[in-house]
T-cell receptor
């Protein structure tokens, strides 16, 4: 079965700093998702990446996909406190979505 | 914009009771899914449903679980005799095709006492 690994699983960072969350997956897939989840809340879709070299940006978040390396990154630029949440990477596989364990991001003022 | 809806948003039940979680998928979608997220853990696939039958189910989806599309709009997940470990957030999702993007509902938080 496809495995999705995120790292780091926990990240505490200062406001204003840049950082990257990594997502590796073990088998070829046609679609990769990034979701944000606030405590006790639903999944908020951030990005859907379909092709090799795809890059999408929304505000301070930028996601990229390298299908050859089976790697996606979520880059945070000049972090602000409002970005504190858990971020999940997830991959389509065999008619279902396989999720990573999530990266809990805590941004310190 | 069309969206997946779920009711109730929060359900509290006693151990051993039956619960039914309801979902209204996006209207022209043909594939339906349930996922589960135990508090603090990752989201896990439970079951997929197409053409009025289960396409695939995970090992979590045992005989206590069942799914149904009772009419043209609703998609339900039933747990026959709830256990404490069934406490979780349950997400419904739908897609137009099996290889198309899945869209998630807001989830139902199930608490089993």
């Amino acid at each position: 079965e496809l495995k999705v690994e995120q790292n780091p699983l926990f990240l505490s960072m200062q406001e204003g700093k840049n950082y990257t969350i990594y997502c590796n997956y073990s088998t070829t897939s046609d679609r990769l998702y990034w979701y944000r989840q606030d405590p006790g809340k639903s999944l908020e879709s951030l990005f859907v990446l379909l092709s090799n070299g795809a890059v999408k940006q929304e505000g301070r978040l930028m996601a990229s996909l390298d299908t050859k390396a089976r790697l996606s990154t979520l880059h945070i630029t000049a972090a602000v406190h409002d970005l504190s949440a858990t971020y999940f990477c997830a991959v389509d596989w065999d008619d279902k979505i396989i999720f990573g364990k999530g990266t809990r991001l805590h941004i310190l003022p | 914009e069309p969206e997946v809806t779920q009711t109730p948003s929060h359900q509290v039940t006693q151990m051993g009771q039956e619960v039914i979680l309801r979902c209204v998928p996006i209207s022209n979608h043909l594939y339906f899914y349930w996922y589960r997220q135990i508090l603090g853990q990752k989201v896990e696939f439970l079951v997929s449903f197409y053409n009025n039958e289960i396409s695939e189910k995970s090992e979590i989806f045992d005989d206590q679980f069942s799914v149904e599309r009772p009419d043209g709009s609703n998609f339900t997940l039933k747990i026959r005799s709830t256990k404490l470990e069934d406490s979780a957030m349950y997400f419904c999702a739908s897609s137009y095709g099996g290889l198309n993007e899945q869209f998630f509902g807001p989830g139902t938080r199930l608490t089993v006492l």
